[in-house]
Protein backbone atom coordinates (compact mmCIF):
# COMPACT_ATOMS: atom_id res chain seq x y z
CA UNK A 1 0.00 0.00 0.00
CA UNK A 2 2.87 2.06 0.51
CA UNK A 3 3.44 2.38 -2.96
CA UNK A 4 -0.17 4.00 -3.57
CA UNK A 5 0.55 7.79 -2.68
CA UNK A 6 4.26 7.84 -4.07
CA UNK A 7 2.35 6.94 -7.41
CA UNK A 8 -0.11 9.78 -6.56
CA UNK A 9 2.46 11.99 -6.29
CA UNK A 10 4.41 11.23 -9.18
CA UNK A 11 1.29 11.20 -11.34
CA UNK A 12 1.10 15.09 -9.69
CA UNK A 13 4.48 15.73 -11.38
CA UNK A 14 3.63 14.12 -14.54
CA UNK A 15 0.71 16.09 -15.07
CA UNK A 16 2.62 19.43 -14.08
CA UNK A 17 5.39 18.35 -16.42
CA UNK A 18 2.90 17.79 -19.31
CA UNK A 19 1.57 21.42 -18.82
CA UNK A 20 5.05 22.73 -18.60
CA UNK A 21 5.58 21.68 -21.95
CA UNK A 22 2.50 22.55 -23.22
CA UNK A 23 2.91 26.02 -21.83
CA UNK A 24 6.58 25.97 -23.74
CA UNK A 25 5.31 25.44 -26.91
CA UNK A 26 2.99 28.13 -26.20
CA UNK A 27 5.66 30.81 -25.23
CA UNK A 28 7.38 29.64 -28.62
CA UNK A 29 4.40 30.76 -30.71
CA UNK A 30 3.98 27.08 -31.60
CA UNK A 31 0.38 24.38 -31.58
CA UNK A 32 -0.41 24.09 -28.44
CA UNK A 33 -3.44 23.31 -25.96
CA UNK A 34 -2.70 26.58 -24.15
CA UNK A 35 -4.01 28.52 -27.51
CA UNK A 36 -4.70 31.80 -25.61
CA UNK A 37 -0.71 31.80 -23.75
CA UNK A 38 -2.26 31.83 -20.44
CA UNK A 39 -0.43 28.77 -18.98
CA UNK A 40 3.02 29.82 -21.12
CA UNK A 41 2.98 32.42 -18.49
CA UNK A 42 3.80 30.27 -15.49
CA UNK A 43 6.07 27.96 -17.51
CA UNK A 44 9.23 27.95 -15.29
CA UNK A 45 7.57 28.34 -12.01
CA UNK A 46 5.21 24.54 -13.43
CA UNK A 47 8.79 23.04 -14.29
CA UNK A 48 10.51 24.11 -11.28
CA UNK A 49 8.06 23.66 -8.74
CA UNK A 50 5.32 21.60 -10.03
CA UNK A 51 7.52 18.81 -11.78
CA UNK A 52 11.30 19.03 -10.23
CA UNK A 53 10.25 19.89 -6.33
CA UNK A 54 7.32 16.91 -6.51
CA UNK A 55 10.14 14.71 -7.74
CA UNK A 56 12.64 15.81 -5.48
CA UNK A 57 10.88 15.83 -2.84
CA UNK A 58 9.20 12.01 -3.17
CA UNK A 59 13.04 11.44 -3.32
CA UNK A 60 14.14 13.10 -0.39
CA UNK A 61 10.96 11.24 1.48
CA UNK A 62 12.35 7.85 0.68
CA UNK A 63 15.80 8.57 2.25
CA UNK A 64 14.12 9.92 4.95
CA UNK A 65 11.69 6.92 5.31
CA UNK A 66 14.52 4.34 5.21
CA UNK A 67 15.32 5.62 8.92
CA UNK A 68 11.74 4.88 9.77
CA UNK A 69 10.51 8.31 9.39
CA UNK A 70 7.22 9.24 6.77
CA UNK A 71 6.47 12.37 7.25
CA UNK A 72 8.83 13.71 4.29
CA UNK A 73 6.08 12.82 1.89
CA UNK A 74 4.22 16.14 3.48
CA UNK A 75 6.50 18.43 0.99
CA UNK A 76 6.16 16.73 -2.25
CA UNK A 77 2.04 16.82 -1.23
CA UNK A 78 2.22 20.39 -0.33
CA UNK A 79 3.99 21.14 -3.47
CA UNK A 80 1.55 19.55 -5.52
CA UNK A 81 -1.74 21.29 -3.76
CA UNK A 82 0.68 24.49 -4.91
CA UNK A 83 0.19 23.36 -8.44
CA UNK A 84 -3.38 22.66 -8.16
CA UNK A 85 -4.01 26.20 -6.98
CA UNK A 86 -2.05 27.21 -10.01
CA UNK A 87 -4.49 25.30 -12.07
CA UNK A 88 -7.15 26.96 -9.89
CA UNK A 89 -5.71 30.50 -10.47
CA UNK A 90 -5.40 29.86 -13.97
CA UNK A 91 -9.16 28.43 -14.15
CA UNK A 92 -10.21 31.72 -13.02
CA UNK A 93 -8.63 34.28 -14.80
CA UNK A 94 -8.95 32.57 -18.26
CA UNK A 95 -11.98 34.58 -19.36
CA UNK A 96 -9.60 37.60 -19.34
CA UNK A 97 -7.30 36.42 -21.89
CA UNK A 98 -4.45 36.82 -19.39
CA UNK A 99 -2.76 35.65 -16.27
CA UNK A 100 -1.63 37.95 -13.63
CA UNK A 101 1.91 37.25 -13.16
CA UNK A 102 2.97 35.43 -10.53
CA UNK A 103 0.01 34.27 -8.85
CA UNK A 104 0.57 35.06 -4.72
CA UNK A 105 -0.74 32.02 -3.33
CA UNK A 106 0.72 29.14 -4.71
CA UNK A 107 4.45 30.46 -4.61
CA UNK A 108 3.63 31.07 -1.07
CA UNK A 109 2.72 27.46 -1.10
CA UNK A 110 5.70 26.39 -2.99
CA UNK A 111 7.57 27.94 -0.32
CA UNK A 112 6.19 25.75 2.31
CA UNK A 113 7.35 23.22 0.65
CA UNK A 114 10.59 24.15 0.40
CA UNK A 115 11.08 25.19 3.89
CA UNK A 116 9.69 21.31 4.30
CA UNK A 117 12.87 20.44 1.95
CA UNK A 118 15.00 22.12 4.06
CA UNK A 119 13.78 20.61 7.58
CA UNK A 120 14.15 17.24 5.72
CA UNK A 121 17.50 17.64 4.80
CA UNK A 122 17.98 18.90 8.55
CA UNK A 123 16.69 15.51 9.64
CA UNK A 124 18.96 13.55 7.13
CA UNK A 125 21.73 15.97 8.33
CA UNK A 126 21.22 14.55 12.00
CA UNK A 127 21.33 11.29 10.70
CA UNK A 128 24.24 10.74 9.27
CA UNK A 129 26.26 14.43 9.27
CA UNK A 130 27.15 13.99 5.84
CA UNK A 131 28.46 17.13 3.98
CA UNK A 132 26.27 16.39 1.05
CA UNK A 133 23.13 17.34 2.73
CA UNK A 134 24.89 20.70 3.77
CA UNK A 135 25.40 21.11 0.15
CA UNK A 136 22.23 20.16 -0.77
CA UNK A 137 20.46 22.67 2.22
CA UNK A 138 22.48 25.43 0.33
CA UNK A 139 21.09 24.90 -2.74
CA UNK A 140 17.42 24.54 -1.30
CA UNK A 141 17.70 27.67 0.66
CA UNK A 142 18.88 29.75 -3.13
CA UNK A 143 15.99 27.89 -4.67
CA UNK A 144 13.77 29.44 -1.74
CA UNK A 145 15.23 32.92 -2.64
CA UNK A 146 14.46 32.62 -6.02
CA UNK A 147 10.75 31.50 -5.68
CA UNK A 148 10.11 34.31 -2.67
CA UNK A 149 11.63 36.93 -5.31
CA UNK A 150 8.70 35.48 -8.15
CA UNK A 151 6.34 35.07 -5.60
CA UNK A 152 6.81 39.32 -4.53
CA UNK A 153 6.87 40.00 -8.03
CA UNK A 154 10.37 41.42 -7.50
CA UNK A 155 13.15 40.61 -10.15
CA UNK A 156 11.42 37.80 -12.14
CA UNK A 157 15.30 36.95 -14.23
CA UNK A 158 17.23 37.16 -11.00
CA UNK A 159 14.24 34.58 -9.99
CA UNK A 160 15.08 32.38 -12.17
CA UNK A 161 18.71 32.74 -12.01
CA UNK A 162 18.01 31.54 -8.17
CA UNK A 163 16.36 28.70 -9.12
CA UNK A 164 19.53 27.15 -11.33
CA UNK A 165 21.55 27.76 -8.73
CA UNK A 166 19.74 26.20 -6.60
CA UNK A 167 19.32 23.61 -7.94
CA UNK A 168 22.71 23.20 -9.49
CA UNK A 169 23.79 23.04 -6.20
CA UNK A 170 21.15 20.68 -5.02
CA UNK A 171 21.68 18.06 -8.15
CA UNK A 172 25.99 18.55 -7.02
CA UNK A 173 24.95 17.56 -3.08
CA UNK A 174 23.12 14.51 -4.74
CA UNK A 175 26.31 13.61 -6.89
CA UNK A 176 27.87 13.57 -3.58
CA UNK A 177 26.33 11.39 -1.78
CA UNK A 178 26.14 8.84 -4.58
CA UNK A 179 29.82 8.92 -5.08
CA UNK A 180 30.99 9.37 -1.27
CA UNK A 181 33.29 6.03 -1.96
CA UNK A 182 34.86 8.48 -4.69
CA UNK A 183 35.06 11.74 -3.30
CA UNK A 184 36.91 12.21 -0.07
CA UNK A 185 35.52 14.50 3.07
CA UNK A 186 38.10 17.21 1.60
CA UNK A 187 36.88 17.20 -1.43
CA UNK A 188 33.36 17.33 -0.35
CA UNK A 189 34.32 20.25 2.22
CA UNK A 190 35.20 22.38 -1.08
CA UNK A 191 32.04 21.98 -2.83
CA UNK A 192 30.28 23.05 0.30
CA UNK A 193 32.48 26.41 0.43
CA UNK A 194 32.31 26.69 -3.50
CA UNK A 195 28.77 26.55 -3.14
CA UNK A 196 28.37 29.41 -0.26
CA UNK A 197 30.58 31.14 -2.26
CA UNK A 198 28.26 30.90 -5.38
CA UNK A 199 25.16 31.93 -2.92
CA UNK A 200 27.02 34.79 -2.40
CA UNK A 201 28.23 36.05 -5.65
CA UNK A 202 24.87 35.65 -7.13
CA UNK A 203 23.30 37.94 -4.01
CA UNK A 204 26.15 40.08 -5.47
CA UNK A 205 24.45 40.24 -8.54
CA UNK A 206 21.36 41.67 -7.31
CA UNK A 207 23.38 45.07 -6.04
CA UNK A 208 25.71 45.09 -9.09
CA UNK A 209 25.64 42.23 -11.74
CA UNK A 210 28.02 43.41 -14.27
CA UNK A 211 31.27 42.81 -11.60
CA UNK A 212 29.33 40.06 -9.53
CA UNK A 213 28.54 37.70 -12.73
CA UNK A 214 33.31 37.59 -13.02
CA UNK A 215 33.18 35.85 -9.44
CA UNK A 216 29.91 33.61 -10.32
CA UNK A 217 30.81 32.40 -13.82
CA UNK A 218 34.38 31.23 -12.58
CA UNK A 219 32.97 29.14 -9.59
CA UNK A 220 30.33 27.66 -11.80
CA UNK A 221 32.87 26.41 -14.14
CA UNK A 222 35.03 25.46 -11.40
CA UNK A 223 32.26 23.25 -9.37
CA UNK A 224 32.03 21.87 -12.72
CA UNK A 225 35.96 20.49 -13.14
CA UNK A 226 35.83 19.83 -10.02
CA UNK A 227 32.56 17.57 -9.76
CA UNK A 228 33.45 16.01 -13.45
CA UNK A 229 37.14 15.38 -11.73
CA UNK A 230 35.34 12.42 -9.51
CA UNK A 231 32.27 11.91 -10.86
CA UNK A 232 32.31 7.96 -11.19
CA UNK A 233 30.43 9.21 -14.35
CA UNK A 234 34.18 9.31 -15.97
CA UNK A 235 34.35 5.21 -16.12
CA UNK A 236 30.96 4.61 -16.12
CA UNK A 237 30.40 6.12 -19.46
CA UNK A 238 32.51 3.49 -21.17
CA UNK A 239 30.32 0.62 -19.35
CA UNK A 240 27.09 0.36 -21.77
CA UNK A 241 23.70 -0.18 -20.66
CA UNK A 242 22.40 1.60 -17.05
CA UNK A 243 25.69 2.48 -16.05
CA UNK A 244 26.66 4.00 -19.92
CA UNK A 245 23.48 5.75 -19.85
CA UNK A 246 23.51 7.73 -16.81
CA UNK A 247 27.62 8.48 -17.46
CA UNK A 248 26.97 10.02 -20.49
CA UNK A 249 24.15 11.76 -19.21
CA UNK A 250 26.08 13.24 -16.52
CA UNK A 251 28.51 13.98 -18.14
CA UNK A 252 27.09 16.19 -20.88
CA UNK A 253 25.23 17.66 -17.91
CA UNK A 254 28.72 18.86 -16.59
CA UNK A 255 29.80 20.36 -19.69
CA UNK A 256 26.50 22.60 -19.92
CA UNK A 257 27.75 23.96 -16.71
CA UNK A 258 31.64 24.48 -17.60
CA UNK A 259 29.88 26.17 -20.38
CA UNK A 260 27.02 28.05 -18.80
CA UNK A 261 30.16 29.35 -16.11
CA UNK A 262 32.06 30.57 -19.07
CA UNK A 263 29.34 32.39 -20.68
CA UNK A 264 28.46 34.40 -17.51
CA UNK A 265 32.49 35.14 -16.90
CA UNK A 266 32.80 36.49 -20.56
CA UNK A 267 29.50 38.05 -21.71
CA UNK A 268 27.46 38.59 -18.01
CA UNK A 269 23.98 37.81 -16.94
CA UNK A 270 21.51 38.57 -19.27
CA UNK A 271 17.77 39.51 -18.86
CA UNK A 272 16.21 38.99 -21.80
CA UNK A 273 15.82 37.86 -25.17
CA UNK A 274 17.72 34.98 -26.72
CA UNK A 275 20.50 35.62 -24.79
CA UNK A 276 18.35 34.49 -21.73
CA UNK A 277 16.82 32.17 -23.20
CA UNK A 278 19.74 30.51 -24.06
CA UNK A 279 21.15 30.91 -20.27
CA UNK A 280 18.25 29.80 -18.64
CA UNK A 281 18.10 26.59 -20.73
CA UNK A 282 21.57 25.72 -20.97
CA UNK A 283 20.87 25.11 -16.84
CA UNK A 284 17.43 23.59 -16.81
CA UNK A 285 17.61 21.60 -19.60
CA UNK A 286 21.49 21.01 -20.38
CA UNK A 287 22.22 20.22 -16.87
CA UNK A 288 19.33 19.83 -14.79
CA UNK A 289 17.14 17.78 -16.67
CA UNK A 290 20.14 15.92 -18.06
CA UNK A 291 20.85 14.88 -14.33
CA UNK A 292 17.52 14.05 -13.86
CA UNK A 293 16.92 11.45 -16.74
CA UNK A 294 20.72 10.25 -15.58
CA UNK A 295 19.35 9.37 -12.36
CA UNK A 296 15.95 8.20 -13.61
CA UNK A 297 17.57 4.59 -13.62
CA UNK A 298 18.09 5.36 -9.61
CA UNK A 299 14.87 7.21 -8.77
CA UNK A 300 12.29 5.11 -10.19
CA UNK A 301 12.95 1.97 -8.87
CA UNK A 302 13.17 3.66 -5.50
CA UNK A 303 9.65 4.70 -5.63
CA UNK A 304 8.08 1.44 -8.12
CA UNK A 305 9.93 -0.89 -6.17
CA UNK A 306 10.87 -2.63 -9.43
CA UNK A 307 13.95 -2.03 -11.69
CA UNK A 308 13.38 -0.11 -14.87
CA UNK A 309 15.34 -0.58 -18.18
CA UNK A 310 17.07 1.90 -19.96
CA UNK A 311 15.85 1.48 -23.91
CA UNK A 312 15.98 3.06 -26.77
CA UNK A 313 13.45 5.51 -26.59
CA UNK A 314 15.89 6.33 -23.37
CA UNK A 315 18.62 6.72 -25.21
CA UNK A 316 16.86 8.78 -28.43
CA UNK A 317 14.99 10.85 -25.33
CA UNK A 318 18.42 11.76 -23.96
CA UNK A 319 20.68 12.33 -27.54
CA UNK A 320 17.84 14.70 -28.64
CA UNK A 321 17.02 16.46 -25.71
CA UNK A 322 21.03 17.83 -25.89
CA UNK A 323 20.37 18.03 -29.85
CA UNK A 324 17.41 20.45 -29.57
CA UNK A 325 19.53 22.64 -27.34
CA UNK A 326 22.45 22.89 -28.87
CA UNK A 327 19.94 24.00 -32.30
CA UNK A 328 18.11 26.33 -29.71
CA UNK A 329 20.69 27.99 -28.41
CA UNK A 330 22.36 28.06 -31.63
CA UNK A 331 19.34 29.84 -33.23
CA UNK A 332 18.89 31.78 -31.14
CA UNK A 333 22.30 33.71 -30.76
CA UNK A 334 21.82 34.12 -34.62
CA UNK A 335 18.44 35.39 -34.68
CA UNK A 336 16.76 32.32 -36.81
CA UNK A 337 13.36 32.39 -35.34
CA UNK A 338 12.07 29.42 -37.11
CA UNK A 339 15.23 27.41 -36.12
CA UNK A 340 14.35 28.49 -32.62
CA UNK A 341 11.13 27.49 -32.50
CA UNK A 342 12.40 24.19 -34.01
CA UNK A 343 14.26 23.53 -31.60
CA UNK A 344 12.09 23.97 -28.72
CA UNK A 345 9.40 21.63 -29.90
CA UNK A 346 12.40 19.11 -30.44
CA UNK A 347 13.11 19.37 -26.84
CA UNK A 348 9.18 18.65 -26.08
CA UNK A 349 9.28 15.81 -28.22
CA UNK A 350 12.30 14.47 -27.03
CA UNK A 351 11.06 14.70 -23.21
CA UNK A 352 7.70 12.89 -24.24
CA UNK A 353 9.69 10.00 -25.93
CA UNK A 354 11.69 9.64 -22.40
CA UNK A 355 9.13 9.57 -20.54
CA UNK A 356 6.63 7.74 -22.66
CA UNK A 357 9.09 5.23 -23.27
CA UNK A 358 10.59 4.70 -19.68
CA UNK A 359 6.72 4.04 -18.60
CA UNK A 360 6.25 1.78 -20.87
CA UNK A 361 9.46 -0.21 -19.65
CA UNK A 362 8.03 0.21 -16.50
CA UNK A 363 5.34 -1.84 -16.97
CA UNK A 364 6.85 -4.09 -18.44
CA UNK A 365 8.89 -5.10 -15.91
CA UNK A 366 6.09 -4.90 -13.08
CA UNK A 367 4.38 -8.03 -15.04
Known amino acids: MRIVPRLALVLCALVALIC ?42 IALESGGRRIGFIVPAIASVGSVVMAAEIAATSWRGHLLE ?88 AVLWLGIAIVLSAALTLVSPQIASIPLGALLAILS ?9 RRAWRLGGTAGFSGIAMLAAWAWLAGVGAAIMVAGLPRSGYAFDALTHAITIGFVLSMILAHAPIIFPAILHHRVAVTVGSWAGLILLHVALLIRVASGMRGIDDAWRFGAALAVGALLVFVVTTMAASARSSR
Open 20 to 61: GLDAALSRAALPALDSDGIVGAVHGPLMVHGFLLVVIGVERA
Open 102 to 189: PPVVPGLIWLAALLGLVIVEAALWTRRRDISVLVEIVGVCAWMEGTALWTMRLDTASAVLWWGIGLMLFISGERLDLARLEIGQGLSQ
Open 225 to 233: LVMVRRDVA
